[in-house]
């Protein structure tokens, strides 16, 4: 399983030739080898609290850049950088007084910070998308950070699904999506929090909350004694993340929100028990937590579409969920799944 030894280390530039992707079991030879492979400058996903990453030397630009032809990203977007500790995190940032209280608080952790980039940091401007800020996480996986200490230097990571389609929250799904073209998934089994981290900017004024993820706004402004601030306009001119396009995360078949009861041949999200009106006619269904959790319902979210979508429904219908907690980060996403495109 672990046996990389046939891997031509550094044969495979950023072509489109297709390579063998190995999956590694996380042990420590795994994680050593997969160290190796990233050091390198080769495409390793690996597995993170939220969803798994597909990770790059952040300060390689030519690493960074097979991200996004391995993702067939259409542009260049500003990537999170990940690094095993919040000292190391603190060499490639400038943390205010409210990031140096969030990061205390919650790294490790399920949390992104957005804060100017230190002057000697080691990101490269592509990871960076060319801006002055950079966006930075201690993720609370262990063998992420385990990796990231073997690395040695930051890891960029976007989730390690083609670009649009729903994030992976096991070494199958990326596999599904990314067979061929990187070189290893580092399996740690599913993940825990199941959707993406919680991405605030702390670049001065009161902290913005740019994307709601694994740590909820209830959690982040009590430690902060202030509500956060919703994206200013300037975060909005930024070359923005996919994550914050209105059409990512889409399953294939349509997702109609808000459903009271199922239609014949919908597939049916449900959510805390509730059996709607129309379900025995429902192509598939799925109940993300039947007693009604919303961090179980979190954890199950991606998979859970990419099962309904198996099913081959035309629509993909959901139950009201509850939008507190982590309710938003779900609300969000299934907002961007249901979204025209
Ligand atoms: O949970 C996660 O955050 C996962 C795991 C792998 O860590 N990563 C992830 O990365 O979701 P990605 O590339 O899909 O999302 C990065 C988010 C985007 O919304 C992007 O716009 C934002 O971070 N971002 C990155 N750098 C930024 C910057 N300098 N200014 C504003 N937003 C930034
Ligand atoms: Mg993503």
């Known amino acids: 399983m672990n046996d990389l030894g046939s891997m031509p280390l550094g044969a495979m530039p950023g072509d489109a030739r297709p390579e063998t992707t190995r999956i590694v079991r996380a042990d420590t030879e795994g994680i050593a080898r997969t160290a190796e492979l990233l050091r390198a400058g080769r495409l390793v996903a690996f597995p993170t609290e939220t969803v798994y990453g597909l990770g790059a030397d952040a300060t390689d630009p030519a690493a960074v850049a097979r991200i996004f032809a391995a993702k067939q990203r259409p542009r260049f977007n500003p990537l999170i950088s990940h690094l095993p500790r919040v000292a190391a995190a603190r060499q490639e940032g400038a943390f205010d007084a409210a990031a140096e209280r969030l990061a205390e608080a919650f790294w490790p952790g399920p949390l992104t910070l957005v804060v100017p980039a230190a002057r000697t940091t080691e990101i490269c401007d592509l990871a960076r998308a060319g801006l002055a800020s950079v966006a930075l996480r201690v993720p609370g996986s262990a063998i992420a950070r385990d990796l990231l200490a073997e690395v040695g230097r930051p890891v ?51 902290p913005r909350l740019l994307r709601p993820g694994g740590v909820t706004r209830e959690a982040l402004e009590a430690v902060l004694g202030e509500p956060l ?34 239609r014949p041949g919908e597939a049916a999200l449900l959510f805390g028990g509730a059996r709607p009106p129309g ?40 139950v009201p969920i509850p939008s507190e907690g982590l ?9 961007r799944a249901a979204a025209p495109r």
């Open 327 to 335: 309710g938003e980060a779900i609300a969000d996403r299934l907002g």
């Open 156 to 206: 960029a990571a976007p989730s390690a699904n083609r670009s649009g389609r729903i994030s992976p929250t096991s070494a199958e799904h990326v596999r599904a999506d990314l067979d061929g073209r990187i070189a290893a998934i580092l399996d740690g089994g599913p993940t825990e929090v199941g959707v993406e981290s919680t991405v605030v900017a702390c670049l001065g004024g009161p």
């Open 229 to 262: 601030d919703a994206p200013s306009d300037s975060d909005k001119e930024r070359p923005a993340g996919p994550g914050l396009l209105a059409s990512h995360y889409a399953p294939r078949a349509r997702v109609r929100l808000g459903a009271e009861s199922i």
């Open 279 to 318: 379900l025995s006619d429902a192509a598939a269904w799925i109940d993300l937590s039947e007693r009604g959790d919303l961090a179980e319902a979190a954890a199950a979210l991606f998979a859970s579409l990419r099962f309904l979508d198996a099913a081959g429904a035309a629509t993909i219908a959901v």
